[in-house]
């Protein structure tokens, strides 16, 4: 079945330290996007990538980091600079082809620092 | 700019009640217009969406029309059931680029 998935599902990480967060989509899509949820506040976009090799900051990137190698892939880092991390992470990706470009998600990644 | 304007949550309704959930949009041209549902610990589905004004987009009983007039994208359910308890994000794509700009979503709570 296509679809996305985001590991780990829960991660906890100490302060200070960066963490990798995981998407990878079998679904053929040209864009990848990373979006951050807090409660109350809806999604705000961090990374998104229309292609291989390219990336844009969303509105929250500061303290973020995002790779493109392959077109399945599209990893976030969460550094030590950003000074609020914890929150739920959600992956998404999109065919690209305006204006039917809706968005497909996975499962989410919950992250905590402790 | 673009943005996206909903109804603030919680909504309790007990079930089989008639559910409206309010959404305006400010866009320049001509957007597309969607509703996702995340259900508890889970990511997003895309439920229903509209591209052009006046179309209806439905699913799982729940509607919505695209009022270009008003500006509104309301998602409607004629009798909700327990398992409809979730949140509801009204989104905009201006079709310009790739990007979706979302509300912040209702979240919903349906009593037996």
């Known amino acids: 079945d296509g679809g996305i998935t985001q590991s780990p599902k829960y991660l906890f990480r100490k302060e200070g330290q960066n963490v990798t967060l995981s998407c990878e989509q079998n679904?053929?899509?040209?864009?990848m996007y990373w979006y951050r949820q807090d409660p109350g506040q809806g999604l705000r976009l961090i990374y998104y990538s229309q292609i291989v090799n390219d990336f844009q900051k969303g509105d929250i990137a500061e303290g973020y980091s995002v790779s493109r190698e392959k077109k399945e892939s599209f990893p976030l880092t969460v550094t030590s600079a950003q000074k609020n991390p914890t929150a739920f992470y959600l992956c998404a990706s999109s065919g690209g082809r305006v204006p039917y470009n809706e968005q497909f998600f996975g499962p989410g990644t919950r992250l905590t620092v402790l | 700019g673009n943005s996206v304007t909903q109804m603030e949550g919680p909504v309790t309704l007990s079930e089989e009640a008639f559910l409206t959930i309010n959404c305006t949009y400010t866009?320049?041209?001509?957007?597309?217009l969607f509703w996702y549902v995340q259900y508890p610990g889970e990511g997003l589905q895309l439920l229903l969406k509209a591209t052009k004004a006046d179309d209806k987009g439905s699913n799982k009983g729940f509607e919505a029309t695209y009022r270009k007039e008003t500006t509104s994208f309301h998602l409607e359910k004629g009798s909700v059931q327990v398992s409809d308890s979730a949140v509801y994000f009204c989104?905009?794509?201006?079709?310009?680029?790739?990007?979706?700009?979302f509300g912040k979503g209702t979240r919903l709570h349906i009593l037996p």
């Open positions: 989104a905009l794509s201006d079709n310009r680029d790739d990007k979706i700009i």
């Open positions: 679904l053929n899509h040209d864009a």
């Open positions: 866009a320049t041209g001509y957007p597309s």
